[in-house]
């Protein structure tokens, strides 16, 4: 191939006057689109002492008068060992331990799991000359991971649940922090032994949604029904007529899209029912509002469950699982009548979470926890009930935080946040 024929080729340089300018705040004509912060961290610490008062265990980046100290996905345990006395000591040891037990009432059957174990020497009178220092800082980083030999699984976070009775269970999610000063024999020839201080801490991974709770949905002016968007999903239903002449009643409940929800957050929600006229009116009584009919009781309810699973064998018998599971309603709906027509009625509302609830659903060796939401209608006297019971349950997520477009509010920063997955469908 002959090069002859090739154009020629030049670098302009790009002809900049000047050098633009920038401002920490934005113009009238400019917005902010994003902002990280630095993260901000409390400033209190968290003392644990000694019986008789010689060492402390002192926590740093702790709110004031905090119960128990608090650690987030990945968090450093950060602190200082302090010692009134320091004659006689041979050596100073930190230790952060963390633990997940199962426990099969029925059967006695326990399961444990080390969930993580650190240690650092802080002082060692064989390795560092001179004599003890009063106070020796430590840092210990929380993983954010363990494996229970055939699975890793993000660490889980603080937590215990029972189910009573047999068989019945008990699992617990526990994690530590100690200070043991080893001691020789003074000059009173007393041997002193080892003093530990140990306090328990909380894990709590922080978590938010990958996007924002979307705008509620409206009613089309043509036919009332709610206009669809990629925003939300429709989940379906449907309620059996057992009277004659009655027709069965389709139930159209929307939910934001992602599934993901913050406990701090009320969850929105949209729900249709449609048939005819006849039968909407049977259903009234049973509805999901108090009616003259029915003023202290309703029979139709959404709500978020919440199931714990335990498999302390992790064996199946008969081709069935051994695991043991219970359920609980984390959350309960508020229904308010947005409009009705001969042949629809429709509702909006929040599902409020339960202020004591603090972590999200996890998965951790024989301890699962899953969150669902539930509508139900149970009529409480289903032979003589002109519509047969209904049940629909629909995987969710829940996470710590909510959306947020640049963190501000929040002591923490992005790396912070794990990244919850999207729920799965329903079964």
Not at 66 to 88: I, R
Not at 115 to 142: H, I, M, Q, R
Not at 249 to 267: D, E, G, N
Request: proline letters at 10%; a neutral charge.
């Amino acid at each position: 191939m002959s090069t002859t024929s090739l154009p020629s080729y030049a670098y302009a340089p790009p002809a900049f006057t000047r050098i633009p300018s920038y401002s920490a705040e934005p113009h009238e004509y400019e917005q902010r689109l994003a902002w990280n912060r630095a993260p901000r961290r409390p400033v209190g610490d968290f003392v644990k002492q000694s019986k008789g008062g010689n060492m402390s265990l002192r926590l740093f980046s702790q709110e004031d008068n905090a119960s128990l100290p608090v650690y987030g996905y990945g968090d450093a345990v950060e602190g200082a060992v302090d010692l009134a006395k320091t004659d006689g000591v041979t050596a100073v040891e930190v230790k952060i331990e963390g633990s997940l037990r199962l426990r099969e009432v029925a059967e006695g059957g326990t399961t444990t799991y080390k969930l993580c174990l650190s240690k650092v020497t802080l002082w060692n009178k064989e390795a560092d000359s001179g004599p003890c220092p009063s106070s020796l800082k430590f840092s210990l980083t929380l993983p954010t991971t363990f494996s229970d030999g055939r699975e890793t699984y993000p660490l889980p976070p603080t937590h215990d649940v029972h189910l009573s009775g047999v068989p019945g269970f008990n699992a617990n999610v526990d994690y530590g922090v100690s200070a043991t000063v080893a001691k020789g024999k003074t000059t009173s020839l007393l041997r002193l032994g080892n003093g530990t201080v140990s306090t328990p801490f909380l894990y709590h991974p922080r978590t938010r949604p990958a996007v924002p709770l979307p705008p509620a949905m409206r009613q089309s002016l043509d036919t009332f029904k709610f206009v669809e968007t990629p925003d939300w999903r429709s989940w379906e239903a449907t309620m059996k007529a057992r009277s004659s002449g009655g027709r069965d009643i389709h139930c159209q409940l929307y939910l934001p899209a992602s599934r993901v929800f913050s406990i701090t957050q009320p969850i929105p929600f949209h729900i249709m029912f449609s048939s005819s006229a006849f039968s909407l009116a049977a259903y009234l009584p049973y509805g999901p509002m108090a009616t003259i009919l029915s003023p202290s009781r309703q029979f139709t309810r959404l709500k978020v469950i919440r199931q714990s699973i335990v498999d302390v064998r992790n064996a199946m018998i008969l081709g069935t699982k051994t695991d043991m599971w219970r359920v609980d309603t984390i959350g309960e709906a508020e229904f308010r009548h947005s409009g009705d027509g001969p042949d629809w009625l429709a509702f909006v509302g929040e599902i409020h979470i339960d202020p004591q609830v603090k972590i999200g659903g996890f998965k951790a060796g024989g301890l699962t926890v899953k969150d669902f939401i539930e509508l139900s209608m149970l009529p409480p006297d289903p032979p003589r009930a002109p519509f047969s019971e209904m049940r629909l349950v629909i995987p969710i997520r829940l996470v710590t935080d909510p959306w947020s477009t640049d963190g501000q509010g929040l002591a923490i920063s992005d790396s912070d946040f794990s990244n919850p997955p999207t729920p799965p469908g329903p079964q």
